[in-house]
């Protein structure tokens, strides 16, 4: 199984990027996807999350209404996460990573890092001043 993050790349602050994340080699429709972040020297945090089922999401504070994370998971064979990132600062300049975790219930979005079934990844991002 493989998750592939993409759509990276250098833009400035106010600006806007789309990332993507393709989900293949098995079926990831019962998993929670999210997104994290990690700036080199520092821990790896959180960024966003969406359930299995789509209905229910989770933002970091410092995202929370500039970024929207979404899913597609109408092809069995390749589901798709997507990260709407808006409004960009500097600081959201990092690595930006793609991840799955499979909860019990599939309106979970509680992803933290510490049980994370498959990582990607990552795609950098690059926001100047």
């Known amino acids: 199984v493989q998750l592939q993050a993409s759509g990276g790349g250098l833009v400035q602050a106010g600006g806007s990027l789309r990332l993507s994340c393709a989900a293949s080699?098995?079926?990831?429709?019962?998993?929670?996807m999210g997104w994290f972040r990690q700036v080199p020297g520092k821990e790896r945090e959180f960024v966003a999350a969406?359930?299995?089922?789509?209905?229910?999401?989770?933002?970091?504070g410092s995202v929370e209404g500039r970024f929207t994370i979404s899913r597609d998971n109408r092809d069995m064979l390749k589901n798709m996460l997507y990260l709407q990132m808006n409004s960009l600062k500097p600081e959201d300049t990092a690595v930006y990573y793609c991840?799955?975790?499979?909860?019990?219930?599939?309106?979970?979005?509680?992803?933290?890092?510490?049980?994370?079934?498959?990582w990607g990844h990552g795609t950098l991002v690059t926001v100047s001043s």
């Open positions: 969406i359930s299995a089922n789509g209905d229910n999401t989770h933002y970091s």
């Open positions: 991840a799955a975790e499979l909860f019990a219930r599939r309106t979970s979005a509680n992803m933290e890092g510490r049980n994370i079934d498959y």
């Open positions: 080699g098995g079926t990831f429709s019962p998993y929670a």
